[in-house]
């Protein structure tokens, strides 16, 4: 089982900047694609961004696409999501999960392997 623990949650203002860390066990980078996942009050999962193992690309949904960006340290057995711009519909709880972009729109816990407690980003002026 992988253990994922989430920070750098917090409130801020419209506009400003947050940057997320997942630390993982292991060499999880390594071996599996890795998600951030968010989950706002009252609605269901939204997949954010996967980074991939390799070559370590990158994809984005398009809520987030040109604000935010994934990324890894290996050395460090750290992912980041750095948010820029943000907005009140980004408040939320912040996951990060083992796997890649679910197949489907609707999303479910099961798309993905192992999660983290997460982190809480509140964005309101």
């Known amino acids: 089982q992988v253990q994922l623990v989430e920070s750098g949650g917090g409130s801020v203002q419209p506009g400003e900047s947050l940057r997320l860390s997942c630390v993982a066990s292991?060499?999880?980078?390594?071996?599996?694609?890795m998600s951030w996942v968010r989950q706002a009050p009252g609605k269901g999962l939204e997949w954010l961004s996967a980074?991939?193992?390799?070559?370590?690309?990158?994809n984005y949904a398009d809520s987030v696409k040109g604000r935010f960006t994934i990324s890894r340290d290996i050395a460090k057995n750290t992912l980041y999501l750095s948010m820029n711009d943000l907005k009140p519909e980004d408040t939320a709880m912040y996951y990060c999960?083992?796997?890649?972009?679910?197949?489907?729109?609707?999303?479910?816990?099961?798309?993905?392997?192992?999660w983290g407690q997460g982190t809480q980003v509140t964005v309101s002026s």
């Open positions: 980074i991939y193992t390799g070559n370590g690309s990158t």
């Open positions: 999960a083992t796997g890649g972009q679910p197949p489907r729109s609707v999303i479910l816990p099961a798309d993905f392997g192992s």
């Open positions: 292991g060499s999880t980078f390594r071996r599996q694609p």
